[in-house]
């Protein structure tokens, strides 16, 4: 024990891709445009949902508390990503990484409840419509929300002190382009096998679970499309949902090859490519798929900006 102590691990480094660190300065402007355009884009949605009071219903709730949660989510990455990518030494203290891995798992877990959610709310609009606004009051859609963020923030914490009391007393470099839970278990230098167990349990029942139901809602959403009448609607509402479904099985596929197998060892290539993928790309469409497709929240913007320029209505605003 003596020896552990002296040689414990106070500091990680971030490998991250070490054949593109000459791309740098390239790569941090790429990067901090996706950024800009994550915070653009969902802060535009979040007051648009904010100040028109048209779009004061559940459904646009959620998008609004999704927006939230996605610049918060990369909020957690994101920076120190940049910052790395112009640093020589890109460590870590052993706390931050603790604290990144909780909230980033945190986040994404609430992020997984809330597109459950979401899917629900659409499956009782479209699948049941006279008794939507009876089910889906203003309180149970708070309780739902509220819900979603609780779950996300317990089930992490157990993980996270199961980790932080593991010893690392070798090798300090964590291949990854962030903390992350399965990276920096391969760096521990003790058995962790039932730790690996305990991980695969938890994600597969958050990732499978949240999974399913939202397809089955969907299917049920897209078999209820089927039986409208009119071409213009049932083509206008599929193309919405195969776009919603398009974002959930990037995101849910990316993240479950990350996090639900029941090994060490894994490619530490293709984990970091999925990281960009799921931290980045998916909170870039996300604020285009569920919104600025969305007619009222165009028209709602469409209505502020028209009242900031100061157009009137005869020109179309």
């Given at each position: 024990m003596e020896n552990w102590n002296k040689s414990r691990v106070t500091e990680f480094i971030l490998v991250g891709f070490p054949n593109l660190y000459s791309y740098g300065p390239i790569l941090f402007l790429c990067l901090l445009l996706a950024y800009l355009l994550i915070i653009f884009g969902n802060v535009l949605i979040f007051i648009t949902i904010c100040l028109d009071t048209r779009l004061h219903i559940p459904m646009y709730f959620c998008v609004g508390v999704l927006s939230i949660l996605e610049l918060c989510y990369t909020a957690v990455v994101i920076p120190k990503m940049l910052i790395n990518l112009l640093k020589p030494r890109k460590g870590i203290y052993f706390t931050n990484c603790l604290l990144q891995i909780y909230f980033f798992h945190s986040l994404g877990v609430s992020e997984c409840y809330l597109l459950t959610t979401m899917a629900y709310d659409r499956y009782l609009a479209i699948c049941h419509p006279l008794r939507y606004s009876s089910i889906m009051t203003a309180k149970l859609t708070i309780q739902l929300v509220c819900t979603c963020f609780i779950a996300g923030f317990l089930f992490p914490a157990p993980e996270v002190i199961l980790i932080s009391h593991l010893p690392y007393c070798g090798s300090n470099e964590?291949?990854?382009?962030?903390?992350?839970?399965?990276?920096?278990?391969?760096?521990?230098?003790?058995?962790?096998?039932?730790?690996?167990?305990?991980?695969?349990?938890?994600?597969?029942?958050?990732?499978?679970?949240?999974?399913?139901?939202?397809?089955?809602?969907?299917?049920?959403?897209?078999?209820?499309?089927?039986?409208?009448?009119?071409?213009?609607?049932?083509?206008?509402?599929?193309?919405?949902?195969?776009?919603?479904?398009?974002?959930?099985?990037?995101?849910?596929?990316?993240t479950t090859f990350v996090y639900v197998r029941l090994r060490e060892s894994y490619s530490l290539y293709y984990d970091?490519?999925?990281?960009?993928?799921?931290?980045?790309?998916?909170?870039?469409?996300?604020?285009?798929?569920?919104?600025?497709?969305?007619?009222?929240?165009?028209?709602?913007?469409?209505?502020?900006?028209?009242?900031?320029?100061?157009?009137?209505?005869?020109?179309?605003?």
């Open positions: 964590i291949q990854h382009i962030f903390c992350d839970a399965p990276a920096l278990l391969s760096v521990a230098c003790t058995d962790k096998s039932v730790l690996v167990l305990i991980e695969f349990i938890v994600n597969s029942f958050i990732l499978f679970g949240t999974f399913s139901f939202v397809m089955i809602s969907y299917i049920r959403i897209i078999v209820a499309i089927m039986k409208i009448n009119s071409s213009g609607g049932r083509s206008k509402a599929f193309s919405t949902c195969v776009s919603h479904l398009a974002v959930v099985l990037v995101f849910y596929s990316c970091r490519v999925l990281a960009v993928i799921y931290t980045v790309l998916t909170p870039i469409f996300n604020p285009i798929i569920y919104s600025l497709r969305n007619k009222e929240i165009r028209l709602a913007i469409k209505r502020r900006m028209c009242n900031r320029t100061g157009f009137s209505k005869s020109v179309h605003c």
